[in-house]
């Protein structure tokens, strides 16, 4: 396992710990938590409570933007994290606390897909600096499934990454190197994702290839 990984420190695990515990508390999400077996209909759209009013996320509990996410990749992470095939790996932190959130019927999932469809998309600011000269050599095989642009190809299944939270680009890029994303048998698009960063062998190679698709324009 490699050592620079940002959510190795303990003192961030609980850090961040008490920051999603005091979202749950306020969007009143633990009664719902702990008492899921006899829930009553429900209000499936608390989601602004930690990916920000507008959707466009909260660095704070490192949840990312979801406003002009892709309703098929939004469709497929709240699947996989209700199937338990991500947000699994006792290190992730972030993705447990997003999991019990992803309790969720077909027609909740349908409905959060067509509101958050609807919201209004601005690009997230940039927050992370790299050598963009060589994160531009480093997305070249990245480009081959996120596209030249970094704005998606739903026909390989992956994401626009231009626009989305810098941060959160770093840390599920750390998370697919160490393992603690892509990694489940049934997770077919994540693994094929974990199979390609090789070329990230470092902290900085990982902040230099997210500077480079800072560079790029998002849609
Ligand atoms: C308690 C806080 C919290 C709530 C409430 C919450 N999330 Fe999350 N969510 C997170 C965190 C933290 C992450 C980052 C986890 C990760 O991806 O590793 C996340 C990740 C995600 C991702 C993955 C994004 C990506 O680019 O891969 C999606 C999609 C998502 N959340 C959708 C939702 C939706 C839809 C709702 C409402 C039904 C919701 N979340 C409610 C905290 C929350
Ligand atoms: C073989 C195709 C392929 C290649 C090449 C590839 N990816 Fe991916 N990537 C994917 C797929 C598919 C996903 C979605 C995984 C999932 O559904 O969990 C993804 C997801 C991601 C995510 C998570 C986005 C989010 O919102 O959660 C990041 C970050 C990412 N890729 C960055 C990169 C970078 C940087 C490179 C180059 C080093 C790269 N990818 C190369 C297919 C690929």
């Known amino acids: 396992m490699l050592s620079f990984v940002p959510l190795d420190g303990r ?10 515990l005091a979202a749950l508390a306020v969007c009143q999400l633990i009664p719902y938590t702990y008492a899921a077996a006899e829930r009553e209909p429900y209000d499936d759209r608390y989601c602004t409570t930690c990916h920000g009013t507008d959707g ?3 660095e704070g509990i490192e949840a990312p933007r979801l406003a002009g996410m892709e309703d098929w990749y939004l469709r497929r992470q709240l699947e996989n994290f209700r199937a338990g095939i991500r947000g699994y790996h006792p290190m992730d932190t972030a993705g447990i606390a997003m999991r019990p959130m ?3 019927t077909d027609e909740s999932i349908a409905d959060i897909v067509a509101w958050v469809g609807g919201w209004d998309y601005r690009p997230a600011e940039s927050t992370i600096e790299g050598d963009v000269q060589s994160g531009e050599l480093l997305y070249g095989v990245c480009a081959t499934c996120h596209g030249m642009d970094a704005k998606g190809n739903a026909a390989m299944g992956a994401p626009a990454l231009a626009g989305q939270n810098d941060w959160y680009l770093v840390t599920q890029l750390s998370n697919f190197v160490v393992g603690y994303r892509g990694r489940h048998e049934d997770d077919r698009y994540g693994q094929q994702m974990a199979a390609m960063v090789g070329t990230m062998t ?3 190679t990982i902040r230099d290839v997210v500077a480079y698709i800072n560079s790029l324009e998002a849609r």
């Not at 609980?14 to 920051?19: C, D, E, S």
């Open 11 to 20: 003192h961030k695990i609980w850090r961040l710990a008490t920051r999603i």
């Open 56 to 58: 466009r996320g909260n």
């Open 102 to 104: 992803a309790k969720l």
């Open 202 to 204: 470092d902290e900085s």
